[in-house]
């Protein structure tokens, strides 16, 4: 079984700036990989970013990164240069078999 | 345009009145699946179903039922709604359940039981 665990509900950022979700995981799979998804309001649910896990190389995807690590079973969403349409709820998942979700932070980005 | 579509967005009804939350999907995926979202506790998978005919429970099962007659549907049925199950529902569907396959995820439904 996997779990995965966000410890920040809520997290803010000023537009153009910088700022780090965080996400933990426990899974006893050796190939895996792991998710952020964003929800805007519309409550639309978008992949934002994936990871593979025998992947070394953190991913990106434009303003976002992931700081992914391994052994610490840690994997981080990092929005540079946040904008106004950043703001959403952010879920970070395990997709294997069904997935298995965070509880979500809420980001809120200041003009 | 490859979605999936969840109706109705928005419902409000009384406890223990049967309810019919629909899903369709135009993309031929094999695997669909429902989903709760619920404050503090992200989405945690109701039931799913990995192809017609075939269902079985996720995590949360309890006061649900589902059918796959056709590939493309499957309603989410609440028999006898209860107020502990106003939540909002999610559907989705994937190509299969391989490792790292991509969810495709309705609009959502808010459903409230009072």
Wanted: aromatic content about 12%; hydrophobic content about 30%.
């Amino acid at each position: 079984a996997q779990t995965v665990t966000q410890s920040q509900p809520e997290m803010s950022v000023q537009e153009a700036e910088t700022v780090t979700l965080s996400c933990t995981y426990d899974t006893s799979e050796s190939d895996y990989y792991l998710f952020w998804y964003k929800q805007p309001p519309s409550r639309q649910m978008i992949l934002v970013i994936r990871q593979e896990a025998y992947k070394q190389q953190n991913a990106t995807e434009n303003r976002f990164s992931v700081n992914f690590q391994k052994a610490a079973k840690s994997f981080s969403l990092k929005i540079s240069d946040s904008q106004l349409g950043d703001a959403a709820m952010y879920f970070c998942a395990i997709p294997y078999g069904k997935l298995t979700f965070g509880q979500g932070t809420i980001l809120t980005v200041h003009p | 345009e490859a979605q999936v579509t969840q109706n109705p967005r928005y419902l409000i009804t009384v406890t223990g009145k049967k309810l019919t939350v629909t899903c369709s999907q135009n993309m031929n995926h094999e695997y669909m699946s429902w989903y709760r979202q619920d404050p503090g506790l992200g989405l945690r998978q109701i039931y799913y179903s990995m192809n017609v005919e075939v269902t079985d429970k996720g995590d949360v099962p309890e006061g649900y039922k589902v059918s796959r007659k056709e590939k493309r549907n499957f309603p989410l049925i609440l028999e006898s709604p209860s107020p502990n199950q106003t939540s909002l529902y999610f559907c989705a569907s994937s190509q299969g359940q391989g490792v790292g396959t991509e969810a495709f995820f309705g609009q959502g439904t808010r459903l409230t039981v009072v």
